[in-house]
């Protein structure tokens, strides 16, 4: 059986066994894929201990087509992820990424540039404070959306595809346009949102969110999860609990 060398972040994990796990990587390379790490809960394993949500590393595994489950044979983790761990809104945001990144892709379908923009988004968590984690949580969305499809139209009104601008008098969203709508097509959307021009501005640009204030900030993420939401028809498991301590930092 051919080996295959990849890049992978965990993004799901299942204890199968006393010693063992099920796991699913969202690679660089061959996309989604779920394995068997035989022997990893096993203190003197060849995989340095268990595998967890959010780990990156170097992986050599089996797969054959036929087969849903592959092989982990080595994974080499070269990003732990210990400080998200130690910072609440932080490690959600982490599992966000995880339950996204399986919800939105398929097996074997890879997406490099997402898994580049997943593992940058990662890094972030670790280094900033989480005072400064929402902007690239937003800037992560974005690419998620984007990378897979499924992205609003924000640079035009998604309705009459009037171009984007500072001069319209008002900005509302639509799940169901989906995207920006302008004053003249709002009526045809009866579950549009109206939409402050700051948060209209960040919608259109989202490299606007790294300067942005965090009331605007909390506005774009707020349409995004509802967003999302929509798309894949439930709320996200870890959205009710980023939303509040993003409210609570607000407020406090």
């Known amino acids: 059986m051919m080996l295959k060398k990849d890049r992978g972040i965990c993004i799901r994990t299942t204890d199968y066994s006393e010693s063992s796990q099920i796991l699913t990587f969202f690679s660089r390379d061959n996309g989604k894929i779920g394995v068997i790490a035989k022997g990893s809960r096993?203190?003197?394993?060849?995989?340095?201990?268990?595998?967890?949500i959010c780990t990156i590393g170097d992986m050599v595994?089996?797969?054959?087509d036929n087969e849903k489950l592959g092989t982990l044979t080595e994974f080499n983790p070269t990003f732990l992820g210990l400080d998200i761990r130690k910072k609440l809104l932080a490690l959600n945001c982490a599992?966000?990424?995880?339950?996204?990144?399986?919800?939105?892709?398929k097996e074997l379908d890879p997406h490099p540039a997402l898994f580049d923009e997943a593992a940058l988004f990662l890094q972030k968590l670790q280094e900033n404070p989480p005072d400064k984690i929402l902007p690239f949580l937003i800037l992560f969305e974005f690419a998620l959306l984007e990378q897979t499809g499924?992205?609003?139209?924000?640079?035009?009104c998604a309705n009459c595809k009037r171009k984007f601008d500072a001069?319209?008098?008002?900005?509302?969203?639509?799940?169901?346009?989906?995207?920006?709508?302008?004053?003249?097509?709002e009526p045809a959307f009866v579950d549009k949102k109206i939409i402050t021009p700051d948060?209209?501005?960040?919608?259109?640009?989202?490299a606007k969110v790294l300067n942005a204030k965090?009331?605007?900030?909390?506005?774009?993420?707020?349409?995004?999860?509802?967003?999302?939401?929509?798309?894949?028809?439930?709320?996200p498991k870890t959205a009710p609990m980023i939303l509040e301590l993003i409210r609570q930092r607000r407020t406090s």
């Open 42 to 52: 096993r203190p003197k394993s060849s995989f340095t201990g268990t595998i967890e």
């Open 167 to 185: 001069g319209w008098k008002q900005y509302f969203f639509s799940h169901s346009a989906p995207g920006l709508v302008c004053r003249d097509c």
């Open 214 to 235: 965090p009331a605007v900030l909390g506005d774009v993420e707020k349409i995004l999860i509802e967003y999302i939401t929509n798309v894949i028809e439930r709320p």
């Open 61 to 64: 595994f089996s797969h054959r």
């Open 199 to 206: 948060c209209a501005a960040c919608l259109n640009q989202p």
């Open 95 to 105: 599992y966000f990424v995880a339950e996204m990144l399986n919800l939105f892709t």
């Open 150 to 156: 499924s992205q609003p139209l924000c640079d035009s």
